[in-house]
């Protein structure tokens, strides 16, 4: 049974840092891309980061374009996401999402055939 869980979320002052964790078991994803979305209160789920099979390719959105990396450790079946400079409009459910077949990043939820739990991030002003 695949399972994606995230670890890392918590409560942080504006302008902390935090970095999300999603380890995954059941089989290998090195070949898959990965990413993360969120989901603030009241509003539907988006792209934040995501990365294709082998970390040279990533994309963003562009409300966290130059604070917010997303890495991959392969060996370890995890991918990361290193937040920095967070705002409160970053508070969200935060998931991980993995690809079954799908090598290269996208910026749409349904391309992703493996979701986390969840884990909530909360940026305080």
């Known amino acids: 049974q695949v399972q994606l869980v995230e670890s890392g979320g918590g409560l942080v002052q504006a302008g902390g840092s935090l970095r999300l964790s999603c380890a995954a078991s059941?089989?290998?994803?090195?070949?898959?891309?990965m990413g993360w979305f969120r989901q603030p209160p009241g509003k539907e789920r988006g792209l934040v980061a995501a990365?294709?099979?082998?970390?040279?390719?990533?994309i963003y959105a562009d409300s966290v374009k130059g604070r917010f990396t997303i890495s991959r450790d392969n060996a370890k079946n995890t991918v990361y996401l290193q937040m920095n400079s967070l705002k409160p409009e970053d508070t969200a459910v935060y998931y991980c999402?993995?690809?079954?077949?799908?090598?290269?990043?996208?910026?749409?939820?349904?391309?992703?055939?493996?979701w986390g739990q969840g884990t909530q991030v909360t940026v305080s002003s």
């Open positions: 990365i294709g099979w082998s970390g040279g390719s990533t």
């Open positions: 999402a993995a690809g079954r077949r799908l090598a290269i990043p996208s910026t749409t939820p349904g391309d992703y055939a493996y």
């Open positions: 059941g089989r290998t994803f090195s070949t898959d891309a």
